[in-house]
Protein backbone atom coordinates (compact mmCIF):
# COMPACT_ATOMS: atom_id res chain seq x y z
CA UNK A 1 0.00 0.00 0.00
CA UNK A 2 2.87 2.65 0.70
CA UNK A 3 4.59 1.16 -2.66
CA UNK A 4 1.57 2.17 -3.98
CA UNK A 5 1.31 5.65 -3.07
CA UNK A 6 4.59 6.50 -3.76
CA UNK A 7 3.97 5.48 -7.25
CA UNK A 8 0.92 7.39 -7.32
CA UNK A 9 2.71 10.59 -6.27
CA UNK A 10 5.15 10.47 -8.86
CA UNK A 11 2.94 9.19 -11.68
CA UNK A 12 1.20 12.52 -10.86
CA UNK A 13 4.67 14.22 -11.16
CA UNK A 14 5.06 12.79 -14.50
CA UNK A 15 1.39 13.90 -15.62
CA UNK A 16 2.16 17.33 -14.72
CA UNK A 17 5.59 17.05 -16.85
CA UNK A 18 3.84 15.79 -19.65
CA UNK A 19 0.99 18.70 -19.81
CA UNK A 20 3.13 22.11 -18.93
CA UNK A 21 6.58 20.83 -20.29
CA UNK A 22 4.76 18.67 -23.06
CA UNK A 23 3.19 22.01 -24.04
CA UNK A 24 6.56 24.39 -24.09
CA UNK A 25 8.04 21.26 -26.34
CA UNK A 26 5.00 21.71 -28.67
CA UNK A 27 5.56 24.92 -28.84
CA UNK A 28 8.98 24.81 -30.42
CA UNK A 29 7.69 22.80 -32.90
CA UNK A 30 5.33 25.85 -34.07
CA UNK A 31 8.10 28.09 -33.42
CA UNK A 32 9.84 25.74 -36.29
CA UNK A 33 7.40 26.08 -38.99
CA UNK A 34 5.60 29.31 -38.49
CA UNK A 35 7.71 30.80 -41.21
CA UNK A 36 9.95 33.53 -42.73
CA UNK A 37 11.64 35.70 -40.10
CA UNK A 38 8.77 38.42 -41.35
CA UNK A 39 5.92 36.68 -41.64
CA UNK A 40 6.46 34.36 -38.81
CA UNK A 41 7.36 37.06 -36.22
CA UNK A 42 3.76 37.34 -34.52
CA UNK A 43 3.64 33.97 -33.97
CA UNK A 44 6.77 33.34 -32.48
CA UNK A 45 6.14 36.66 -30.61
CA UNK A 46 2.93 34.69 -28.85
CA UNK A 47 4.99 31.91 -28.67
CA UNK A 48 8.14 33.30 -26.57
CA UNK A 49 5.96 35.20 -24.35
CA UNK A 50 4.03 32.32 -23.87
CA UNK A 51 6.71 29.89 -22.84
CA UNK A 52 9.01 32.72 -21.41
CA UNK A 53 8.15 32.75 -17.81
CA UNK A 54 7.81 29.04 -17.40
CA UNK A 55 9.74 27.25 -19.41
CA UNK A 56 12.45 26.70 -17.06
CA UNK A 57 9.66 25.77 -13.94
CA UNK A 58 8.41 22.77 -16.12
CA UNK A 59 11.57 20.60 -15.52
CA UNK A 60 10.88 20.88 -11.67
CA UNK A 61 8.29 17.86 -12.66
CA UNK A 62 11.28 16.28 -14.18
CA UNK A 63 13.82 16.36 -11.30
CA UNK A 64 11.28 15.57 -8.91
CA UNK A 65 10.28 12.10 -10.79
CA UNK A 66 13.73 11.21 -11.23
CA UNK A 67 14.42 11.89 -7.38
CA UNK A 68 11.27 9.79 -6.41
CA UNK A 69 12.11 7.27 -8.92
CA UNK A 70 15.86 6.62 -7.04
CA UNK A 71 14.74 7.22 -3.92
CA UNK A 72 12.04 4.65 -3.95
CA UNK A 73 12.16 2.75 -6.53
CA UNK A 74 15.77 2.38 -6.95
CA UNK A 75 16.35 -1.32 -8.39
CA UNK A 76 14.48 0.45 -11.22
CA UNK A 77 15.96 3.62 -11.77
CA UNK A 78 19.41 1.28 -12.18
CA UNK A 79 17.54 -0.62 -14.56
CA UNK A 80 15.96 1.98 -17.14
CA UNK A 81 19.26 4.70 -16.83
CA UNK A 82 21.74 1.51 -17.37
CA UNK A 83 19.86 0.22 -20.42
CA UNK A 84 18.53 3.50 -21.94
CA UNK A 85 21.25 5.95 -21.27
CA UNK A 86 21.91 6.59 -25.08
CA UNK A 87 18.50 8.16 -25.22
CA UNK A 88 18.16 9.74 -22.00
CA UNK A 89 21.96 11.29 -22.38
CA UNK A 90 20.20 12.48 -26.14
CA UNK A 91 17.16 13.79 -23.88
CA UNK A 92 19.44 15.93 -21.50
CA UNK A 93 21.45 17.56 -24.16
CA UNK A 94 18.39 18.46 -26.24
CA UNK A 95 17.09 20.40 -22.74
CA UNK A 96 20.67 22.18 -22.82
CA UNK A 97 20.74 23.13 -26.17
CA UNK A 98 16.71 24.33 -26.55
CA UNK A 99 17.22 26.29 -23.13
CA UNK A 100 20.68 28.02 -24.24
CA UNK A 101 19.08 28.93 -27.36
CA UNK A 102 15.99 30.39 -25.99
CA UNK A 103 18.17 32.51 -24.27
CA UNK A 104 20.09 33.63 -26.71
CA UNK A 105 17.98 34.18 -29.39
CA UNK A 106 16.19 36.59 -27.23
CA UNK A 107 19.53 38.56 -26.49
CA UNK A 108 20.27 38.40 -29.89
CA UNK A 109 20.12 41.22 -32.16
CA UNK A 110 21.67 40.04 -35.59
CA UNK A 111 18.96 38.25 -37.72
CA UNK A 112 21.45 35.68 -38.59
CA UNK A 113 21.80 34.93 -34.93
CA UNK A 114 18.32 34.94 -34.32
CA UNK A 115 18.02 32.28 -36.91
CA UNK A 116 20.82 30.17 -35.89
CA UNK A 117 19.54 29.95 -32.38
CA UNK A 118 15.76 29.66 -33.00
CA UNK A 119 16.85 26.72 -35.31
CA UNK A 120 18.58 25.06 -32.50
CA UNK A 121 15.87 25.68 -29.46
CA UNK A 122 13.00 24.82 -32.31
CA UNK A 123 14.74 21.23 -33.72
CA UNK A 124 15.76 20.82 -29.66
CA UNK A 125 11.67 21.29 -29.17
CA UNK A 126 11.21 18.10 -31.60
CA UNK A 127 13.75 15.88 -30.53
CA UNK A 128 13.45 15.80 -26.98
CA UNK A 129 10.21 14.59 -26.36
CA UNK A 130 10.92 12.08 -29.13
CA UNK A 131 13.69 10.46 -27.34
CA UNK A 132 11.39 10.47 -23.98
CA UNK A 133 8.71 8.70 -25.87
CA UNK A 134 11.34 6.45 -26.62
CA UNK A 135 12.02 5.53 -23.18
CA UNK A 136 8.81 5.34 -22.07
CA UNK A 137 8.22 2.64 -25.35
CA UNK A 138 11.13 0.65 -24.30
CA UNK A 139 10.06 0.10 -20.66
CA UNK A 140 6.02 -0.02 -21.54
CA UNK A 141 7.37 -2.94 -24.14
CA UNK A 142 9.19 -4.76 -21.23
CA UNK A 143 12.84 -4.28 -23.32
CA UNK A 144 14.15 -3.05 -20.19
CA UNK A 145 15.04 -5.96 -18.04
CA UNK A 146 15.86 -5.95 -14.06
CA UNK A 147 19.40 -5.41 -13.42
CA UNK A 148 22.52 -3.15 -14.13
CA UNK A 149 22.28 -3.01 -17.96
CA UNK A 150 20.92 -5.96 -18.32
CA UNK A 151 19.04 -4.70 -21.86
CA UNK A 152 20.39 -4.21 -24.92
CA UNK A 153 21.26 -0.54 -25.59
CA UNK A 154 20.19 -0.27 -28.66
CA UNK A 155 16.85 -2.38 -29.36
CA UNK A 156 15.93 -1.11 -25.60
CA UNK A 157 14.89 2.19 -27.62
CA UNK A 158 15.17 1.26 -31.53
CA UNK A 159 12.33 -0.84 -31.84
CA UNK A 160 8.63 -0.48 -33.07
CA UNK A 161 6.95 0.78 -29.65
CA UNK A 162 9.70 3.31 -28.65
CA UNK A 163 8.96 4.86 -32.22
CA UNK A 164 5.61 5.07 -31.93
CA UNK A 165 5.88 6.56 -28.29
CA UNK A 166 8.39 9.07 -29.43
CA UNK A 167 6.39 10.39 -32.84
CA UNK A 168 2.93 10.21 -30.46
CA UNK A 169 4.79 12.42 -27.93
CA UNK A 170 5.85 14.87 -30.77
CA UNK A 171 2.68 15.18 -31.87
CA UNK A 172 0.66 15.39 -28.44
CA UNK A 173 3.02 17.72 -27.67
CA UNK A 174 2.35 20.02 -30.61
CA UNK A 175 -1.74 19.50 -29.88
CA UNK A 176 -1.06 20.35 -26.33
CA UNK A 177 0.64 24.22 -27.77
CA UNK A 178 -1.31 24.59 -30.15
CA UNK A 179 -4.55 24.45 -28.25
CA UNK A 180 -3.13 26.33 -25.29
CA UNK A 181 -1.48 28.72 -27.94
CA UNK A 182 -5.48 29.66 -28.85
CA UNK A 183 -6.36 30.95 -25.32
CA UNK A 184 -3.30 33.38 -25.25
CA UNK A 185 -3.99 35.03 -28.82
CA UNK A 186 -7.81 35.23 -28.04
CA UNK A 187 -6.76 37.46 -25.38
CA UNK A 188 -5.51 40.11 -27.30
CA UNK A 189 -3.14 38.47 -30.48
CA UNK A 190 -6.06 39.11 -33.00
CA UNK A 191 -7.74 37.02 -35.08
CA UNK A 192 -5.62 36.05 -37.53
CA UNK A 193 -3.10 34.31 -34.86
CA UNK A 194 -6.10 32.90 -33.18
CA UNK A 195 -7.15 31.34 -36.68
CA UNK A 196 -3.25 30.21 -37.23
CA UNK A 197 -3.07 28.46 -33.82
CA UNK A 198 -7.07 26.68 -33.90
CA UNK A 199 -5.86 25.28 -37.49
CA UNK A 200 -2.81 24.07 -36.10
CA UNK A 201 -4.75 22.70 -33.07
CA UNK A 202 -7.21 20.80 -35.35
CA UNK A 203 -4.80 19.28 -37.39
CA UNK A 204 -2.52 17.82 -34.59
CA UNK A 205 -5.29 16.85 -33.38
CA UNK A 206 -6.54 14.58 -36.19
CA UNK A 207 -2.57 13.35 -36.46
CA UNK A 208 -2.40 12.47 -33.18
CA UNK A 209 -5.67 10.44 -32.92
CA UNK A 210 -4.57 8.71 -36.28
CA UNK A 211 -0.97 8.01 -34.92
CA UNK A 212 -2.87 6.12 -31.81
CA UNK A 213 -5.25 4.28 -33.99
CA UNK A 214 -2.37 2.71 -35.98
CA UNK A 215 -0.17 2.27 -32.16
CA UNK A 216 -3.17 -0.32 -32.17
CA UNK A 217 -1.93 -2.57 -34.04
CA UNK A 218 2.14 -1.72 -33.37
CA UNK A 219 1.32 -3.03 -29.94
CA UNK A 220 -0.30 -5.50 -30.68
CA UNK A 221 2.30 -6.94 -32.58
CA UNK A 222 5.04 -5.88 -30.64
CA UNK A 223 3.92 -5.06 -27.01
CA UNK A 224 1.21 -8.22 -26.74
CA UNK A 225 1.10 -7.19 -22.52
CA UNK A 226 0.75 -3.88 -22.70
CA UNK A 227 -1.34 -4.78 -25.47
CA UNK A 228 -4.04 -7.03 -23.74
CA UNK A 229 -3.47 -4.29 -20.29
CA UNK A 230 -4.91 -1.20 -22.41
CA UNK A 231 -7.89 -3.60 -24.24
CA UNK A 232 -8.97 -4.81 -20.80
CA UNK A 233 -8.14 -3.47 -17.31
CA UNK A 234 -7.06 0.10 -18.84
CA UNK A 235 -10.03 0.22 -21.50
CA UNK A 236 -12.55 2.61 -20.00
CA UNK A 237 -9.47 4.98 -19.30
CA UNK A 238 -8.38 4.79 -23.55
CA UNK A 239 -11.74 5.31 -24.33
CA UNK A 240 -12.61 8.06 -21.90
CA UNK A 241 -9.20 9.87 -23.48
CA UNK A 242 -10.68 9.38 -27.09
CA UNK A 243 -13.80 11.26 -25.89
CA UNK A 244 -11.80 14.45 -24.48
CA UNK A 245 -9.71 14.52 -27.20
CA UNK A 246 -12.69 14.57 -29.65
CA UNK A 247 -14.86 16.92 -26.86
CA UNK A 248 -11.49 18.78 -27.28
CA UNK A 249 -11.66 19.35 -31.19
CA UNK A 250 -15.49 20.46 -31.01
CA UNK A 251 -14.90 22.73 -28.12
CA UNK A 252 -12.02 24.71 -30.29
CA UNK A 253 -14.77 24.94 -33.12
CA UNK A 254 -16.77 26.53 -31.28
CA UNK A 255 -13.94 29.58 -29.83
CA UNK A 256 -14.07 27.64 -26.30
CA UNK A 257 -10.83 27.92 -25.39
CA UNK A 258 -10.61 27.48 -21.36
CA UNK A 259 -12.85 24.05 -22.21
CA UNK A 260 -10.81 22.86 -24.66
CA UNK A 261 -7.63 23.43 -23.30
CA UNK A 262 -8.80 20.97 -20.22
CA UNK A 263 -10.52 18.82 -22.43
CA UNK A 264 -6.74 18.07 -24.48
CA UNK A 265 -5.08 17.98 -20.48
CA UNK A 266 -7.54 15.40 -19.99
CA UNK A 267 -7.19 13.28 -22.80
CA UNK A 268 -3.56 13.15 -22.59
CA UNK A 269 -3.53 12.92 -18.72
CA UNK A 270 -5.52 9.54 -19.28
CA UNK A 271 -3.29 8.03 -22.20
CA UNK A 272 -0.60 8.18 -18.94
CA UNK A 273 -2.38 6.73 -16.31
CA UNK A 274 -3.96 4.16 -18.85
CA UNK A 275 -0.77 2.68 -19.72
CA UNK A 276 0.19 2.90 -15.58
CA UNK A 277 -2.84 0.78 -14.98
CA UNK A 278 -2.29 -1.32 -17.91
CA UNK A 279 1.18 -2.75 -16.83
CA UNK A 280 0.28 -2.36 -13.15
CA UNK A 281 1.81 -4.28 -10.83
CA UNK A 282 4.97 -4.49 -12.99
CA UNK A 283 7.60 -1.88 -13.23
CA UNK A 284 9.42 -3.79 -15.04
CA UNK A 285 9.08 -6.80 -16.98
CA UNK A 286 8.79 -9.70 -16.99
CA UNK A 287 8.34 -9.89 -13.06
CA UNK A 288 9.43 -7.23 -11.03
CA UNK A 289 6.43 -6.08 -9.34
CA UNK A 290 6.17 -2.58 -7.41
CA UNK A 291 6.21 -4.37 -4.37
CA UNK A 292 9.25 -6.27 -4.75
CA UNK A 293 10.94 -2.96 -6.55
CA UNK A 294 9.77 -0.77 -3.64
CA UNK A 295 12.43 0.62 -0.82
CA UNK A 296 11.86 -0.75 2.18
CA UNK A 297 9.05 1.58 4.12
CA UNK A 298 11.50 4.11 6.29
CA UNK A 299 12.37 5.28 3.10
CA UNK A 300 9.01 5.25 1.38
CA UNK A 301 7.74 7.11 4.54
CA UNK A 302 10.63 9.68 4.77
CA UNK A 303 10.31 10.46 0.70
CA UNK A 304 6.36 11.12 1.37
CA UNK A 305 7.06 13.56 3.80
CA UNK A 306 9.33 15.43 2.18
CA UNK A 307 7.07 15.14 -0.80
CA UNK A 308 4.24 16.85 1.27
CA UNK A 309 6.58 19.62 2.54
CA UNK A 310 7.74 20.54 -0.68
CA UNK A 311 4.61 20.38 -2.32
CA UNK A 312 3.26 22.88 0.71
CA UNK A 313 5.99 25.45 -1.10
CA UNK A 314 6.25 24.22 -4.51
CA UNK A 315 2.36 23.88 -5.83
CA UNK A 316 1.22 27.43 -4.22
CA UNK A 317 4.31 29.33 -5.64
CA UNK A 318 4.31 27.78 -9.75
CA UNK A 319 -0.35 28.23 -9.18
CA UNK A 320 0.41 31.79 -8.18
CA UNK A 321 2.96 31.98 -11.40
CA UNK A 322 0.68 30.89 -13.97
CA UNK A 323 -2.04 32.89 -12.57
CA UNK A 324 0.39 35.75 -12.87
CA UNK A 325 1.21 35.09 -16.30
CA UNK A 326 -2.36 34.29 -17.67
CA UNK A 327 -3.72 37.79 -16.05
CA UNK A 328 -5.08 40.40 -19.08
CA UNK A 329 -2.74 43.07 -17.22
CA UNK A 330 0.56 41.21 -16.95
CA UNK A 331 0.25 38.66 -19.66
CA UNK A 332 -1.93 38.98 -22.30
CA UNK A 333 -2.14 42.39 -22.66
CA UNK A 334 2.00 42.49 -23.04
CA UNK A 335 1.86 39.08 -25.36
CA UNK A 336 -0.97 40.88 -27.53
CA UNK A 337 1.71 43.81 -27.92
CA UNK A 338 4.52 42.09 -28.54
CA UNK A 339 2.58 39.59 -31.07
CA UNK A 340 1.87 42.49 -32.89
Known amino acids: MLADTVLVVMWLGLMCYALFAG ?11 AGGSRRGRPQRALIE ?20 LWSAFPEVFAAVMSTLYLPLTLTALGIIARGAAFAFRKASTELWQQRLFGGCFATSSVITPFFLGAVAGGV ?13 TVTSWINPTSMLGGVLAVVT ?5 AVYLCADAARGGGPELVRAFRLRALVSGLVAGTVALVGIAVLDADAPRLFHGLTHR ?6 LSAVAGVAGLLLLLRSLWGW ?8 VALILWAWGVAQYPLVLEPDLTVARAAAPP ?10 LAGALLLIPSLGW ?6 HPKTGGAAGAEEAR
Open 234 to 239: ALPLVV
Open 260 to 267: ARAAAALA
Open 173 to 177: CAHLA
Open 49 to 68: HAIGPVWEANHVWLIFVLVM
Open 23 to 33: ADFGAGLWDLV
Open 140 to 152: ASGRVPSGLAAGS
Open 321 to 326: LYTLFQ
Open 298 to 307: SVLIAVLIVF
